[in-house]
């Protein structure tokens, strides 16, 4: 089985994200707490190469203890994964993705989970889109911690891109208690 992969791009960006979350000195907390392992990849790495999942996890767990309390950690996150996205967007992704309709970019979504990360699988079920519901379900993903705050943010935002209104998301399979659950179901509503 081939080791979980992300690339390099949306580490960087989750990254960023944790800069600008806290003040100089929570900054600094946050770099300190990760791996010497990391801290050297970060310093060299490329948008475009892959890298171990675990470095995605380490950045993620860091921005958790920003403020160390479970519904401020969560927004967090969720805000995190609405960062990457914008960062990942690009102008001319943006434009596209106001062209598309809902039905459409769900048909494409999966392809975006795989093009950026090697592991774990991406469904969506689209059945309630007339009534401006979708679901994506999440497997094989244990050791992808707080993953669900991630994707509600990332998908999220993509979604109101789309369909140029609020997205509202809910969530199974993880918790705190359990952030790295082999399978999340997020269910989105616009």
């Known amino acids: 089985m081939q080791e979980p992969m992300t690339r390099g791009s949306l580490i960087l960006n989750a990254a960023a994200y944790s800069d600008v ?25 490329s948008s475009a190469a892959w890298y171990p999942r675990a470095y995605y996890v380490e950045v993620l767990r860091g921005i958790v203890q920003v403020h160390n309390e479970p519904s401020q950690s969560y927004l967090d996150v969720v805000r995190c994964g609405r960062t990457v996205f914008e960062k990942e967007a690009n102008t001319l992704m ?8 809902a039905r459409l970019f769900l048909r494409k979504f999966p392809d975006f989970w795989a ?59 993880w918790s ?14 616009w």
């Open 21 to 45: 979350l806290c003040d100089e000195a929570g900054v600094r907390r946050v770099r300190h707490g990760l791996s010497q392992e990391l801290r050297r990849a970060l310093a060299t790495m």
């Open 94 to 101: 943006k434009l596209l993705l106001r062209g598309m309709n």
């Open 115 to 173: 093009q950026d990360m090697v592991g774990g699988t991406l469904r969506v079920d689209s059945s309630q889109i007339e009534q401006n519901k979708v679901t994506l379900l999440l497997t094989e993903v244990a050791g992808f911690e707080h993953l669900g705050p991630l994707c509600a943010g990332f998908a999220g935002r993509a979604l109101e891109q789309v369909t140029g209104k609020q997205v509202d998301a809910t969530q199974t399979g």
């Open 176 to 189: 705190f208690d359990e952030p790295d659950a082999d399978e999340l179901t997020l269910r989105f509503s």
